[in-house]
Nanobody
């Protein structure tokens, strides 16, 4: 089992920057991919960015070039640097970790979410 704790977020003006962090604990050696998703009011949760254990990254088209996802050497913390923020980036941002346990079952763990609000 993997637990995720997010930090960062808050209120920023359009064009500003914010950083998010997500620390994993528990069976971190089973984690393969970590990432960030977001959910705006009245909308479905959507992918923001992911990073694999090998360092491969994937970004939503809407954030490519503005957001950067990274992972620390121990691979139990993932970061999201958000630059040139827009009001449409306003959402609750969720950290996600995916992997497989000792029995080979695939799991997906979520953090509690952190609010990002971008004012125009």
């Amino acid at each position: 089992q993997v637990q995720l704790v997010e930090s960062g977020g808050g209120l920023v003006q359009a064009g500003g920057s914010l950083g998010l962090s997500c620390a994993a604990s528990g069976s971190i050696f089973t984690i393969n991919t970590m990432g960030w998703y977001r959910q705006a009011p009245g909308k479905q949760r959507e992918l923001v960015a992911t990073i694999s254990s090998g360092g491969s990254t994937n970004y939503a088209v809407s954030v490519k070039g503005r957001f950067t996802i990274s992972r620390n050497g121990a691979k139990n913390t993932v970061y999201l640097q958000m630059n040139s923020l827009k009001p449409e980036d306003t959402a609750v941002y969720y950290c996600n970790a995916r992997g497989s346990n000792a029995r080979g079952a695939i799991y997906s763990s979520w953090g509690q979410g952190t609010q990002v609000t971008v004012s125009s």
